[in-house]
């Protein structure tokens, strides 16, 4: 007969009440300080809103009236080294980090410029914390550990994982904090976060705003367990539910998590009950919109934070409700002044309608400043090609060499880390490429979960943290698109959106594995659709000698960079360096792989070898061969493009992935629109077909490109036809 036995969670799930006595214990200093911040943030949004109604904030204006309890009392005693990130409503988490920074409880000139850059950022303007990028939902202040607000639904919160791992490691016991709604708990994004959180022991603290409503759909519609605290239990994380409209409650639940977390027992949640007064955007209640009602509004109104602090501390003769009245005056002053300071008067405009100074608007040219470094962090390097290479070179395997420099960085810089499925195991991960590095470093190359949006994100917070250079591998290129909100909206966007300063140093590696009968979702080749973002620079290594240098330059850079490598030539042997694995190859450097006079073929990575066969097999088709090596627009080699066309006249793009997102595409339209009157015919191209390569093996390689096919496009230029 069968018996049954009633399980529980392993960590523990608390819920957090205040009473009296909890009040008066509460060090009246810091009672004061709650309270004046609650007043500052109160204040600062009524006026963005004001803004907003009059038509002044481009934009969302998520105001965070009503939840401020949340922010400052989670935020009242971290240190600027605790870092955060938020949800596209996170004005007052940045502005209580904000304030805990600078550390005063007056309206200091280091606050009133907290206040100024802050409501200026929110209007797009110049002085704003990210020069005007960022507005509303993208809010970063470095030296403050608020380290960026995001509008993606649960888009930071795999990147405080990274922050947390570097914290970490470093040797502190520093936190991360990353903030997000009841409408992001149930994100995968979120709950991969969570689960490599706990795996790996992170100090990072889930703090779940539950406002009751992602926009309006209310949380008990959205799933069947309304108590979003309980997730946690799931993964083994300590979890606190706790009223967040009571200031102190938060705190008391988030002392006891932050003592958790830095004692080096791993991740926490909690979960803040608390409730938006307006709607989702703007001054009006949710009741205009017909999703709540008045009565439940007026309900939550009753429990305003900024109310209960008010109580308390004249209750607790901390401050009177006169000294109240002249606080609220002074910040309500303070907003006044900083708007008047970028505000003017509409000529013949009707009675106080204002406009934004022309002088406070970021300059026009700054559009694209930004987007990638300078590339400055190189100024020392070390290049060298074939052709003028001081070693020894010798023709070697390409998954050897790929090894062997990969182990080489981690050998020469500390801050290097690897990271993906299974890159710690099968003796140097599914293909070699971490052999070396295991051998060496085996703590720093450390397999995670199968979730890529998790480590990717972790990838990229590690980066913009700075502490540690992460290598991310993705086991097929495919999976990019599992992880494409952390590759394009965050990876690639991060820089430019947060003002044009932030470094990404983070390399994603990943392998293109059409031919190997892996079919339609592991073969795709993507780089046509990687280069539409500006904020990556992407590389496709052809030989083993270009793979070391252009490693090397890849870790060395501060942008983020992709590289790409190809299963065809793991196997393969080429030229590749026996005795200096530290050289480099410069950025927008093409290679000249074959010269001739009558057409000019681009090709990249493991198509270049199929266009040196078919120009063996039609010797007749004296052709210049392109390996674009660096093929984001920005690095593009367009020197040798270009002498090489206004010599031949000619051009064939050479390219194996399907034709519907192909890199080619782009690239010949670029080509005509800068070399127009050069050319003697149209662009020709070779491409796989519209179809993804097939399991089939005969309806693979009819879907892919390869010597053949660039050996039939050669004949039509032999014949004349082209």
């Known amino acids: 007969m069968s018996s049954h036995r009633k399980l529980s969670a392993a960590s523990p799930w608390i819920e957090v009440t205040t009473s009296t006595s909890d009040w008066n214990a509460l060090d009246p200093a810091l009672l004061r300080r709650m309270l004046v911040e609650t007043l500052w943030i109160r204040v600062f949004e009524e006026y963005v809103l004001e803004l907003a109604t009059a038509g002044l904030v481009h934009g969302p204006a998520h105001s965070s009236i009503g939840q401020e309890g949340g922010a400052v ?43 100024r850059r802050t409501l200026t950022e929110i209007c797009g303007l110049a002085d704003g914390f990210c020069r005007g990028r960022g507005g509303s939902m993208h809010l970063q202040w470095r030296e403050a550990g608020a380290m960026g607000t995001n509008a993606i639904v649960g888009g ?7 922050f947390a791992f570097n914290q970490r490691h470093s040797g502190t016991d520093a936190v991360s904090v990353t903030y997000f709604g009841d409408g992001a708990i149930n994100i995968g994004s979120v709950l991969e976060s969570f689960n490599l959180a706990a795996a790996w022991n992170l100090p990072v603290c889930f703090f779940v705003e539950n406002n009751q409503y992602a926009v309006s759909t209310s949380v008990t519609k959205a799933t069947a367990e309304p108590r979003l605290s309980a997730r946690g239990l799931g993964f083994n994380i300590p979890s606190w539910r706790v009223d967040g ?42 009741s205009a919109f017909g999703y709540r009602s008045k009565t439940e509004e007026q309900s939550w109104r009753e429990r305003d934070p900024l109310e209960l602090l008010k109580r308390q501390a004249v209750r607790r003769k901390v401050i009177t409700a006169a000294e109240i009245d002249e606080l609220h005056a002074s910040i309500t002053g303070t907003m006044r002044e900083i708007g008047d300071g970028f505000l003017e008067a509409v000529p013949g405009g009707k009675p106080g309608e204002r ?64 990271l993906g499925e299974d890159v710690d195991g099968l003796r140097g991960g599914t293909n070699g490429a971490t052999r070396k590095a295991l051998e060496k470093f085996p ?11 998790a480590f990717l994100g972790l990838g990229g917070g590690m980066a913009l943290d700075g502490r540690f250079r992460p290598v991310v591998e993705f086991m097929y290129a495919d999976f990019m698109w599992v992880a494409a909100d952390q590759l394009f909206n965050q990876v690639a966007k991060a820089r430019h959106m947060f003002g044009g300063d932030s470094a990404v140093p983070l390399v994603l590696r990943s392998k293109l594995a059409a031919g190997t009968g892996y079919g339609s979702q592991h073969s795709m080749d993507p780089a046509g659709v990687l280069t539409t973002a500006p904020g990556l620079r992407v590389v496709a290594p ?92 920005a690095s593009l080699d367009w020197d040798a493009i270009s002498a090489s066309v206004r010599k031949t006249n000619r051009v064939l793009i050479v390219e194996q992935g399907a034709v519907g997102t192909s890199y080619g ?27 993804s390569p097939s399991i089939s093996k005969v309806l693979e390689r009819a879907a892919i490109a390869r010597t053949e096919e660039v050996v039939a496009a050669l004949h039509r230029y032999a014949n004349g036809e082209i």
């Not at 027992?265 to 409730?275: C, K, M, R, V």
């Not at 001081?390 to 810089?413: K, M, Y």
């Not at 629109?673 to 662009?683: E, K, S």
């Open 73 to 115: 009392g989670s935020l009242i005693d971290l240190r600027s080294d605790d870092l955060i990130t938020g949800s596209h409503r996170g004005h007052h988490q940045f502005l209580a980090k904000a304030f805990g920074h600078v550390g005063d409880s007056a309206l200091t000139d280091d606050v009133r410029t907290v206040l």
């Open 156 to 162: 930071g919160v795999p990147q405080a994982l990274g």
């Open 245 to 286: 409209m009571d200031p102190l409650a938060v705190h008391l639940a988030m002392t006891e998590a932050t003592e958790h977390m830095r004692a080096g027992n791993g991740p926490t949640l909690i979960e803040a009950d608390l409730y938006r007064f307006f709607h989702q955007n703007g001054a009006y209640p949710g």
């Open 355 to 418: 406009r934004i100074q022309a002088s406070a608007w970021p300059q026009p040219d700054f559009v694209d400043v930004g987007i990638r470094g300078d590339l400055s962090e190189l100024a020392d390097s070390r290049y060298a090609d074939e052709a003028d290479f001081n070693g020894t070179i010798a023709d070697q395997r390409f998954i050897d060499v790929v090894s062997e420099v990969i182990g080489r960085r981690l050998e020469e810089d500390p801050r290097i880390v690897v």
């Open 443 to 453: 703590e720093r190359v450390l397999g995670t979960p199968i979730s890529e949006n």
């Open 542 to 633: 052809s030989t083993p000698f270009d793979y070391v240098g252009l490693m090397n330059t890849a870790l060395a850079c501060d942008d983020p960079v992709v590289v790409l490598e190809h299963v065809d030539l793991y196997t393969s042997t080429g030229p590749g360096p026996v005795d200096d694995l530290d050289y480099r190859l410069p950025v927008g450097k093409a290679a000249l792989r074959r010269e001739g006079e009558q057409v000019t073929i681009i090709s990249y990575l493991a198509m270049v070898r199929h266009c040196l066969e078919a120009l063996d097999q039609v010797p007749e088709v004296s052709a210049d061969l392109i390996d674009l090596r660096w093929l984001d627009r």
């Open 665 to 691: 595409g782009w690239l010949a339209d670029e080509i005509q629109r800068r070399l127009f009157d050069w050319l003697d015919a149209p662009i020709e191209r070779v491409t796989g077909s519209v179809a």
